[in-house]
């Protein structure tokens, strides 16, 4: 017979369950969650077992899942959990549940494919329309009296282009070639310094920064980007350029060197533009009914795929008889438990439809059982907390139900605060009071899991370092002269204790011979070595 103080008293059975009826006797124990099967296959590979495809087939389906669930997530789609718990699918149910997570993950690929290519094709037509606005203003810009300066910060010597450029437009120089094109705005200092020191200086550099952020296709990023025109003499310099701009991943765009061109592919451009924020915001409407229909069953599917793989990796565990139609399985289980453990092979041998009962026999051996001790929300975080430090063997004495009380004691010694135990049991009471609630949100955050777990230790650690904090008479690192100090310095006038730093109180003449009623009178903390650090 086990109690909290001593691990429950094991049983190792030996399970005979025909092969029909073995996945739901599984499942059900599974639910029970009272019996510990031992591997009898030990010296087998595990890819050479009898259930491994069920479990490759598992791992692709989670594989599926797992894809939509970052889709979903992309899109900040809050995904439903009832909280209910499901029972594991038959296995004739897989073949449903691969052939819906096929259909979606096929589904939203295509999808995301079309509106990455549409994204992308978006993109070329916005920077080829910010490159038409933005050249056209280079080709009317005139050269003044300014132009040394403008070539000076483009890499140009001003003897060089003054000679080359001695009219009044950089369009009017015949045999002029020019090519123009977006690169990212963190490149475009060494993209201009390589220009100047590949083309010698025979090239002219301007370039403008597009006020608006575009979205990268691939990575769905916001990126800064710069629109650039580049003049320039003779093919040879021509070829240079362009391997220059193919090096540092700028986009080239054609660019039609007549205003009228310009401007008519300017409007072609709109047109474009306009047609395709059509298209993608219907994408971008069915990818999202897609992800929204998925989200409301994605945390029932993980549930059902996670138990069929748990069920086929136990089964696993099992050994086949000669006949190859029935599996031998070893468990430890509770004795406690026994007549639990024949209901739940009953219950799985109806589901199944299998005509014979399973056997569960009872064996005498001289192995170590494993401990088990029967645990309550309650005492699960203690339990947890002396575990980390060893598990306590078979039939051993429990410290557990000990550290209940000496673990927060110990605590609330060291951290004896009115204050700060009050802040810490008003967190730990709010969780306790919401623990249906905040158990059904199911937090994938490791911090929070770890505090929710341990909300009855921190709970009574609050409770005990309120206790303490009064007896220590602090709170907030501040005293609380609640009932009156017991010393005073009546004999000393008011304008001596402002002259003086420190002022010795006799205990003969100061101290009114009364205890503080409890705790520590509010006096010492005003001592120079605060005595309740010692």
């Keep these: 017979m086990g109690s909290m103080f001593r691990s429950e008293e094991m049983a190792l059975c030996q399970l005979f369950l025909q092969s029909e009826a073995a996945y739901a006797c599984v499942s059900e124990l599974g639910e029970l969650g009272l019996a510990q099967f031992r591997d009898l296959n030990p010296d087998v590979n595990i890819f050479q077992r009898k259930f491994v495809n069920e479990v490759r087939r598992c791992d692709e389906m989670e594989r599926k899942l797992r894809y939509l669930e970052k889709e979903i997530k992309k899109d900040g789609i809050p995904m439903m959990d009832s909280g209910e718990n499901v029972e594991a699918p038959q296995p004739r149910e897989m073949i449903d549940l691969e052939a819906t997570f096929e259909r979606l993950e096929n589904e939203l690929r295509e999808v995301n494919q079309n509106a990455e290519a549409l994204k992308r094709n978006f993109l070329e037509l916005t920077e080829l329309k910010h490159i038409l606005r933005r ?23 001003d003897e060089v282009v003054v000679t080359r450029l001695g009219l009044k437009s950089l369009t009017a120089v015949e045999g002029l070639g020019f090519v123009a094109g977006v690169i990212l705005r963190e490149r475009i200092p060494a993209f201009e310094r390589l220009l100047w020191r ?60 007549t205003p009228n061109d310009r401007r008519e592919m300017a409007v072609g451009v709109m047109t474009r533009i306009e047609d395709l924020n059509t298209v993608l915001s219907q994408t971008q409407d069915h990818r999202h009914r897609v992800l929204v229909a998925a989200a409301k069953n994605i945390k029932i599917w993980f549930t059902k795929v996670r138990k069929i793989k748990a069920i086929y990796h136990t089964l696993n565990l099992f050994n086949l008889d000669v006949t190859q139609k029935c599996l031998i399985a070893e468990c430890w289980v509770p004795v406690q438990d026994l007549e639990a453990i024949h209901l739940s092979l009953r219950r799985g041998t109806e589901r199944s439809g299998s005509s014979v009962p399973p056997i569960l026999n009872r064996m005498e051996s001289r192995e ?44 609330a010694v060291m951290f004896g605060d009115f204050g700060h135990g009050l802040l810490m049991t008003l967190f730990s009471g709010w969780m306790v009071l919401n623990e249906k609630p905040l158990i059904a949100k199911k937090s994938n955050s490791e911090i929070w899991n770890i505090f929710f777990g341990g909300r009855y230790i921190i709970l009574l650690m609050g409770f005990f370092s309120m206790y303490t904090g009064f007896i220590y008479n602090d709170f907030f690192s501040k005293s609380l002269n609640i009932f009156g100090s017991q010393w005073s310095a009546r004999n000393y006038e008011l304008f001596y204790l402002l ?9 003969k003449d100061m101290y009114a011979g009364n205890p503080y009623p409890i705790g520590i009178d509010p006096i010492w903390q005003t001592t120079l070595l605060c005595f309740t650090d010692c």
């Design 368 to 411: 170590t059982p494993p401990t088990y001790f029967r645990l309550s929300k309650f005492t699960r975080g203690f339990q947890n907390l002396v575990d980390a430090y060893g598990v306590a063997n078979y039939r051993e004495i429990n410290p557990a139900p000990y550290a209940i009380i000496t673990f927060p004691f110990l605590f």
């Design 198 to 257: 590949a083309c010698r200086g025979n090239v002219f550099l301007r370039q403008a920064e597009i006020d608006n952020t575009l979205e990268d296709p691939a990575t769905s990023d916001q990126v800064y980007k710069s629109v650039f025109i580049i003049f320039f003499q003779g093919d040879q310099l021509k070829t240079r350029v362009k391997k220059i701009c193919e090096g540092f991943r700028a986009t080239l765009y054609p660019c039609p060197e």
């Design 135 to 157: 050249t056209q203003v280079f080709f009317d810009e005139r050269v003044t009296s300014e132009i040394g300066d403008s070539i000076a910060a483009n890499l140009i010597e």
């Design 499 to 507: 002259k003086q730093r420190e002022v010795m109180l006799d205990p």
